[in-house]
């Protein structure tokens, strides 16, 4: 399932300096992707905006804008989709876990799932 979407928001804030911006400086399309609908895989494509930072005192001159509940820096799967395969990762890891994973309609490779795990925090000792 392939939805296309842009944000509509007028100002969007720097990550750096928390300073709002309307000042737009590109557009370009992003793909993220969602938890499945039916068993079928979810395939959002954002377009979303970069932003000049008005505070000259700020070292992040150009931004992009962040979806909440959506995206995040640098990501390619949606935050629900992130929390629910690092929870099939701890539970399963490896190849069930990709099993687990494809049958619920988010294929992942097993290196991935092991890289989840991986990328988590120590628990604190007690």
Same mark, same amino acid.
């Given at each position: 399932?392939?939805?296309? &979407?842009?944000?509509?928001? &007028?100002?969007?804030?720097?990550?750096?300096?928390?300073?709002?911006?309307?000042?737009?400086?590109?557009?370009?399309?992003?793909?993220?992707?969602?938890?499945?609908?039916?068993?079928?895989? /979810?395939?959002?494509?954002?377009?979303?905006?970069?932003?000049?930072?008005?505070?000259?005192?700020?070292?992040?001159?150009?931004?992009?804008?962040?979806?909440?509940?959506?995206?995040?820096?640098?990501?390619?799967?949606?935050?629900?989709?992130?929390?629910?395969?690092?929870?099939?990762?701890?539970?399963? &890891?490896?190849?069930?876990?990709?099993?687990? &994973?494809?049958?619920?309609?988010? =294929?992942?490779?097993?290196?991935?799932?092991?890289?989840? /795990?991986?990328?988590? =925090?120590?628990?604190?000792?007690?």
């Amino acid at each position: 399932m392939l939805i296309a &979407a842009r944000t509509v928001a &007028a100002k969007a804030s720097c990550p750096e300096c928390g300073l709002p911006s309307a000042r737009v400086h590109s557009r370009y399309r992003r793909t993220v992707w969602d938890l499945a609908t039916c068993g079928r895989p /979810v395939k959002v494509e954002l377009e979303v905006r970069r932003f000049f930072c008005g505070e000259p005192s700020c070292d992040r001159k150009i931004f992009t804008e962040q979806v909440d509940g959506l995206t995040q820096r640098h990501a390619r799967r949606s935050t629900d989709l992130r929390a629910l395969l690092t929870s099939i990762a701890i539970a399963l &890891a490896g190849r069930a876990g990709a099993r687990m &994973a494809c049958l619920i309609g988010a =294929p992942i490779s097993r290196s991935t799932l092991l890289r989840m /795990v991986r990328a988590l =925090p120590d628990p604190e000792v007690g």
